[in-house]
């Protein structure tokens, strides 16, 4: 009986180790799928910005800065209100999907109040995060933005300026983590490690009880 039995529980763990639930490991700072190469920037209109407004050597931490547009293009939005802005966003895939959170800090190099305003971006939504309050301090988040992205989704973050003059906002934002979504019937590496180890122990352990004629009938 337990000579018919063992195959078939081998074969029942490898399948499980195998195409067990999982996930892609969990990310702390800009890294990996969150890596900076993965963002694309982009600016509002046209020469409003560029891509050195974004300042990404301590990613890898969890730390970037970004900086508003502040060369007079459109400024005071040419009397039309719009002002300029620059994107940093990303597309998320199934790997990228799960829950955000970040931490941020706020400067206004600007003494006008609501010129410049840092923002989150979900879908090309914009959340405001902070703006400018008239006083040159900065601001900081009392606790952490926590939010969910799904397949399809677009994220990203925004410094926008009405007036695209008298100093850049500066956003900084730390402490980023992602937290993927769990993958049903994803493989697994780990447990299919153990599926082989277990395969390997019950073919040797079998061997040794026919060696010594146990009777596993």
């Known amino acids: 009986m337990l000579k018919a039995v063992i195959p078939s529980l081998i074969g029942l763990s490898t399948t499980i180790a195998i195409f067990a639930p999982s996930s892609a490991l969990a990310i702390s700072g800009f890294t ?12 509002s209109p046209g020469g409003a910005g560029t891509v050195a407004d974004v300042d990404t050597p301590n990613a890898a931490t969890g730390t970037i800065i970004f900086y508003g547009p502040d060369n007079g293009v459109n400024s ?4 039309t209100g719009t002002g300029a802005q620059s994107d940093w966003t990303i597309n998320i895939t199934t ?13 206004p190099f600007d003494s006008a109040i609501s010129d410049d305003t840092a923002y989150y971006l979900l879908n090309g939504t914009p959340t405001t995060i902070a703006t400018n309050d008239g006083t040159f301090n900065t601001q900081t988040s009392g606790s952490p933005i926590s939010l ?6 677009t994220f990203g973050f925004r410094v926008g300026t009405l007036s695209n003059t008298s100093g850049s906002g500066e956003f900084t934002v730390n402490t980023f983590d992602f937290t993927p979504t769990p993958v049903p019937f994803d493989v697994n590496s780990n447990l299919g490690l153990f599926a082989l180890a277990t395969l390997y122990g019950g073919h ?3 061997k040794r009880c026919k060696f010594n004629r146990i009777n596993l009938d």
């Open 95 to 107: 790997t990228r999907a799960g829950n955000i959170t970040f931490t941020w800090a706020y400067t």
């Open 32 to 43: 990996g799928e969150y890596a900076p190469g993965n963002f694309t920037f982009s600016t």
């Open 148 to 153: 969910t992205v799904a397949n399809g989704d």
């Open 76 to 79: 005071l939005g040419d009397l």
């Open 204 to 206: 040797r352990w079998y």
